[in-house]
């Protein structure tokens, strides 16, 4: 009874959300900190005093939204935990600021970057050429090649688990293809710069699209916003999920040229016209304009991480340098599926993958000082 199309269909398994016992949820990369509380207060106004608009279609091009968001990004130049805050202002750091300013037709948001992601697959990525991808990256990637019947060329990762890149752009070159990648990485946690993924761009493909996933970079990285100005071919895509705090909204957006922008958008509106509900716009809104408190929550987390990846190099353990919220590991002799076992045993979830390659790594996001303290206890038996 099913379409042939099913057959190519490995939906994406995601971190566990067990309901048995209350667990501290270390495994999904979700942020410790609750949204801004201007968030719970736009959006209690909002069916307080207008309960009649839940019965209306939201604006179906978010224009309210769309414009927030690049006002964020002007603001801070595309990552937080690099920039000053003084009295609620927010300052990008020096080499952070962006050299144009981005302007609303520069974005499009959806449910969750996972939906835009979707959309850009769509919309850029043939079946008459592989894409050129990481093997270990986002592990979305490849469901959605299967689900455009999008051929994948996976490069392995250098031993120091940096992109090879000089493969990646001779394949491309290759091929005429597209590339996708995350930056920072995902497990590894480990960042390109801008200046190397500027020569990247430099010596790939300009007529094929180059996606830069920066879901993480927030915490630490180099946003490449700032190159849209002369690649006309990049797509940055970024979420609300984790930097700002905001998984449970399911909104997230791409900063790209206007062009790029409409053809996402005409993807969307042969799919379903209205993905984004009102009550989250009115969320995600509320959120872009108190940055300030997400680049404090940002900061916390960088100093937990600190802290953490300290701990593990006292005891032994190999662990990537992270630009993200999450630290990657393991430790010669202990096994992963063991370690992973113990841990939820006494409570806490963190994420382990199956995958041939990272079976030993164990992918730990940043919680709480004092959840990840709870680990440190709890990994001292181990
Ligand atoms: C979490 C994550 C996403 C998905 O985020 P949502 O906006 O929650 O769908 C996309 N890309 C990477 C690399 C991620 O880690």
Redesign the pocket.
Known sequence: MLAQRMKNLKPYVPGEQPKDREYIKINA?ENPYPPSPEVGKAVKSFIDGNLEKLGLYPDPDSKELHAAIADMLNKTGGVLSRCQVNKKEVIPSPEDKLPFTVTPDMIYTGN????V?SFVFYAFFDSDRPLICPEHS?S?YPVYCGFYDIPRLPVALNKDWTLDVKKMTELSNKNNSSTIF?NPN?PTSLAMTRAEIKKMLDESPKDRVFVV?E??VDFGGESVIGLLKDYRNLVV?R????SLCG?GL???YIVANPDLVNAVTTVKNSLNHFPMDAVTQVAAVAACRDVSYYVECAKKVCDTRADFISYLKERGYTVNDSKTNFVFLKKDGLEGKKAYEFIKQNGILVRRFDTPGIEEYLRITIGTQDQMNKLKEIMDRL
């Not at 969750?112 to 939906?115: A, K, L, N, T, V």
């Not at 979420?239 to 984790?242: A, V």
């Open positions: 990369n969750g970057s996972d939906e992601l986002y979305f995350a995902a996933d879901a993480y895509v979420t609300f999920s984790k998984a399911r909104s997230g």
